[in-house]
């Protein structure tokens, strides 16, 4: 059992944590990445810390005012953002997402009770990469939620609802999850209900996004995931404060195809869409291996898909 005095002491450095993040924010959202970080194999594949920056539209006095310097209040609804990064050889499930960083999960839906849970997740990336995920994440033996080392004893069931040759849909179910050292569980032990969850897995890093009622219990979450984490793990705080995140993922990245998707990340990342223009189209494509022609393809096909959707789902 914690104790009070460990609690406290926990909560002080969540808060501590969770300030020093967002003095930071501008600072780390600004960080471009080296252009020598993209998988040679795959000449268009995701950067290694593509997806790292946290999504943030308020300024910082806005943060502060409504979430940092406001934590004991109740009564407004939170959004908690942090992130589990992993070794390699701590989670075989992470470890295919950091052999194959164009790989991404993003988690559609995902429920809990105190007896069981279930969400459903879109998986896109190389073929090959997804070939191996295929083992470990559906394996009904392991669970693919827990942050500890040892077996929680819960019972998993997963099906494939689509499968195609660089995407997968997947329905996990599992039960007797009172011992389960997961997210989720420890979220709702820890907070109570009315919570949404909204996860995404790319390469080491585990990302969460936790929308809650209030933020007044959240000290003991992090108790709980700081005391329940393996060798190997880390977890890094984002944000506590206004939600960020919510009301702008219409239109989802897992939906496009993840070669057009990672195109338009490093085209992105290089300055392409920048005015001026840092990059030319077939400076991208010779730095990249790619005729000219295909990598313009890919980038006119994502820049029609996001368009679209724009328009179908946010106007």
């Known amino acids: 059992m914690l104790g009070s005095t460990f609690h406290d002491r926990g909560r002080t450095d969540l808060y501590l944590r969770l300030a020093y993040a967002n003095l930071n924010d501008d600072r780390r959202r600004r960080e471009s990445l080296p252009v020598d970080r993209f998988d040679a194999s795959n000449p268009i594949s995701a950067p290694k810390d593509a997806g790292n920056a946290p999504n943030r539209s308020d300024d910082c006095a806005g943060r502060t005012r409504n979430g940092y310097l406001a934590m004991g209040e109740t009564g407004r609804v939170r959004e908690f953002v942090f992130t589990v990064e992993y070794g390699r050889g701590h989670d075989p499930v992470m470890d295919v997402f950091i052999d194959h960083p164009a790989m991404v999960s993003k988690t559609l839906a995902c429920a809990v009770t105190p007896e069981s849970n279930w969400r459903l997740d879109r998986i896109t990336g190389p073929e090959e990469g997804l070939s191996a995920l295929d083992g470990p994440f559906l394996d009904p033996d392991h669970c693919n939620e827990c942050l500890g080392s040892h077996a929680c004893g819960a019972t998993q069931r997963y099906e494939v609802l689509a499968r195609g040759p660089t995407e997968r849909t997947v329905y996990a179910h599992q039960t007797e999850i009172e011992g389960c050292h997961s997210i989720p569980y420890l979220a709702s032990r820890s907070l109570g209900d009315g919570l949404f969850y909204?996860?995404?897995?790319?390469?080491?890093?585990?990302?969460?996004?936790?929308?809650?009622?209030?933020?007044?219990?959240?000290?003991?979450?992090?108790?709980?995931?700081?005391?329940?984490?393996?060798?190997?793990?880390?977890?890094?705080?984002?944000?506590?404060?206004?939600?960020?995140?919510?009301?702008?993922?219409?239109?989802?990245?897992?939906?496009?195809?993840?070669?057009?998707?990672?195109?338009?990340?490093?085209?992105?990342?290089?300055?392409?869409?920048?005015?001026?223009?840092?990059?030319?189209?077939?400076?991208?494509?010779?730095?990249?291996?790619?005729?000219?022609?295909?990598?313009?393809?890919?980038?006119?096909?994502?820049?029609?898909?996001?368009?679209?959707?724009?328009?179908?789902e946010c106007l």
């Open 198 to 312: 909204a996860a995404e897995r790319r390469e080491h890093r585990y990302e969460w996004r936790i929308l809650l009622p209030d933020d007044g219990r959240v000290g003991g979450l992090y108790d709980a995931i700081q005391a329940e984490l393996g060798d190997g793990l880390r977890v890094d705080l984002t944000h506590l404060g206004a939600p960020t995140h919510w009301s702008d993922e219409a239109v989802c990245a897992t939906e496009l195809p993840y070669e057009q998707r990672a195109a338009l990340e490093c085209a992105v990342e290089a300055g392409y869409y920048e005015t001026p223009r840092t990059t030319t189209l077939e400076a991208l494509a010779e730095e990249h291996g790619l005729a000219r022609s295909t990598l313009q393809y890919r980038l006119r096909r994502a820049e029609a898909w996001l368009t679209e959707n724009f328009v179908a």
